[in-house]
């Protein structure tokens, strides 16, 4: 397949292209968009064979659940039911961005698009070419990260290209987009309501508008008796090629252990990447080091983070020592993504 590959400025959009591409989606077809948290890989989520046509084009496993996104507050009705007052307050609050809710699904969603579940994802992006291209698609675009199954996600359109360039009918590039990670999900067909991915809007931003919020238990740890309320969290998914370890502790011990470590590998021939901050990447002294932002502002670090590890397959490296963050504010989605990316290898120092 020919993959249609068109640039849209997102200050002045070119109105045929996002009319090209809404035709495509609506006649069944596949396209991937940019949206503020990653670029996504759309198709009619009315349509139950366009959402098939996704999990092949990624080879993603069909249980897992792909989220709706709609421009309309209205259309929500179309597609949820027992739709409850805090839905409407984050809604009001968090929509247009980065914020996912599950509802109960109406007859109108396919169990196609959630994966069987009687649930359904929601999403109200910001970004305006992603509004655009709903809007010119019919008003409800299923769209999981534009990724094949496995890799990270991506945040420029030369990720998707090189995922998914020759399957997909096509790639709008809008350019990076501005967050990095993915949309923070809050379950809200239980009470109280929870967490089950974190991403920029935090649990504490949410509990200022909703109160009580909790959050799933398999998080931030690796536990085998707990399976993630998302189907999608139980992949060892968002990882680079290569093996991957963060190290935590005080900074300057970090340092100096990564340091020990990376001289070791290197010894036994292995090629060593390092993930370093602006702070810190002058102190390593072997390996490939790569800053992933600044500490001083963790949205940064959010910006980088799935480039770094994209850059280090193309490298080729064979293991990866990263510095671990704080999980405060975004560094929750940092931390959350760095230990699935490495299996949840972590080295205490
Ligand atoms: O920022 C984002 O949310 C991006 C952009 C493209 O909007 N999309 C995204 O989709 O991250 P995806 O498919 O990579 O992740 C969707 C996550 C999965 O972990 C999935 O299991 C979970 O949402 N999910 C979807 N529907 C669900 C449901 N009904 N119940 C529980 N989890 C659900
Ligand atoms: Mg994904």
Redesign the pocket.
Known sequence: MKTIIKKVDQTFIDENIIKEAGDIIKAGGLVAFP?E????LGADALNTKAAKKIYEAKGRPSD????V?IAKLEDLETIAKDIPKTAYLLAEKFWPG?L?M?LNKTNNVPLGT?GG?E???I?M?SNKIATQLINASGGFIA???ANTSGRP?PTLAAHVEEDLKGTIDMIIDGGMVDIGV??S?I?LTVTPPMV??PGAITKTMMEAVIGEVSEDVTLMKDDDKHRP?????KYRHYAPKAELILVEGEMETVIKNINVLSKEAVKEGKKVGVIATGESRDRYEVGEVKSIGTRAKEETIAHHLYQILREFDDDKVDIIYSEAFETKGIGKAIMNRLLKAAGHHILKV
Do not use: W
């Not at 897992?64 to 989220?67: A, D, E, T, V």
């Not at 309320?229 to 969290?233: I, Q, S, T, V």
């Open positions: 949206t948290t990653v670029y996504g897992n659940p792909l989220i996104h980065p996912t599950i959630t579940l649930t359904v994802a999403r992006p769209a999981p990260s996600s993915e949309s999900i379950d089950l991915r309320k998302a189907p999608g969290m």
